[in-house]
């Protein structure tokens, strides 16, 4: 099926023979990110009277990918939806090879960093995309950490039992086990990977890998570690030094810490051999079970317009989410917004300093839940950092063996 959808470039309707066409777009956006997402889409409806879009929100994303999965399942999946890529490798076969449909100079826009190849097809392109950043408080920090060591020095020395208890109530820092992007992002800058670049050998326990480890479980030492947002320990008025944590978390640590009185600031990601950090969010596809040639024309043409400059920077001034084409984050409108946003300009210049997504091996999800479970042995201290890093590549190595 490699190929399959190639066939459908040939069908009885031409391209751009439209009509009225309804398609769906199954989303994960809610409050303010809903909003912007059902401006666009009435914009776009407004451009093209042929095409109605039936968006329809899902809830979290863990429902949207337990109900995409029921949907390929009974072969009756939406036209278009967000998708995370551990979710793509799925259900490849079902999806649309995008390079038929979008207008190459739409593809060549994509910025390097997101541009994502499946077995030798592009099915998807980058929607709501963020990256890992550094929040800090400035009274606690006065100038954020650059290096590890200097995170380091910073967290452990910030950390107190204020109350002498015996536990921990100022934090260096913080840590949600529930987010294994953060060691990876560690891994990277140590120079390591899951699995080497062919995908037949497992070395996140090689030396860069156990390097990760150790760096992360000696900050674990001055860090809270809670499975909740680190937004809710500030609201709380848990004093944290600070963290790192996705750039689209940005307006809900903005408003913890405006509730606790406390300021907060954002600079990169400290760095190490190399300033890596790795990007979040969902893609676009098309699925092509059960969908015309017309539908998916539709879709390919809504997928364009989101892709459009002056839609990508609104999608970005209104969300917190960075562009994801050249032409939108170095166009004039960005450039002009970032200048007057500080934050968003560092998050901006994370993104062009290394930023590198996830692994798009079609076992990435199952990897994934093992990075989890290891990730939360590593910070709480339940076994030293090679042992757990050489368990862990054992599950994973089992993983790729099945």
Known sequence: MRRFW????????????????????????????????????QKFQAENPGIVVDLVYQGAYSALQQKLI?????GNPPTLAQQYENWTTQWLDALVDLDLFL?????????PQFEEVFDGRVVTVPFNKSILVFYYRPDLIPEPPKTWAEFEAIACALAQDTNGDGQLDQFGTAFRPPNPEIFLTFLVQAGGDILSPDWKEVTINNAAGLEAAE????????ALVQSGYISEAIQKGIPIGGWIDTSAGYPYNMAAAKTAGVPLAVAPVP?????????????????????????????????AFLLREDNIVYWAQKTGYLPVTKTAIFGKAWQEYIAQN????????????GGFGQLLHPKYMDIRSKLITYWELLLKGQGTPKELMDALAEEIAALLSE
Request: proline residues 2%; hydrophobic residues 55%.
């Open 271 to 303: 760095c190490y051999k190399n300033c890596a950090s790795m990007i979040q969010g969902t893609n676009l596809a098309i699925f092509g079970v059960n969908q015309t040639k017309a539908q998916i024309e539709a879709a390919a043409k809504l997928i």
């Open 215 to 222: 760096f992360a479980a000696r900050l674990a030492k001055c």
């Open 6 to 41: 190639a066939a459908l470039a040939v069908l009885a309707l031409g391209l751009g023979a439209f009509g009225q066409v309804t398609i769906s777009f199954w989303h994960a956006m809610s409050g303010a990110h809903g909003e912007a997402l059902s401006y666009l889409i």
């Open 103 to 111: 207008p190459e100079e739409v593809l060549k826009d994509i910025l």
């Open 70 to 74: 029921a949907a390929v399942a009974a």
């Open 342 to 353: 500080p934050h968003q300009r560092v998050m901006t210049e994370q993104l062009l300093a």
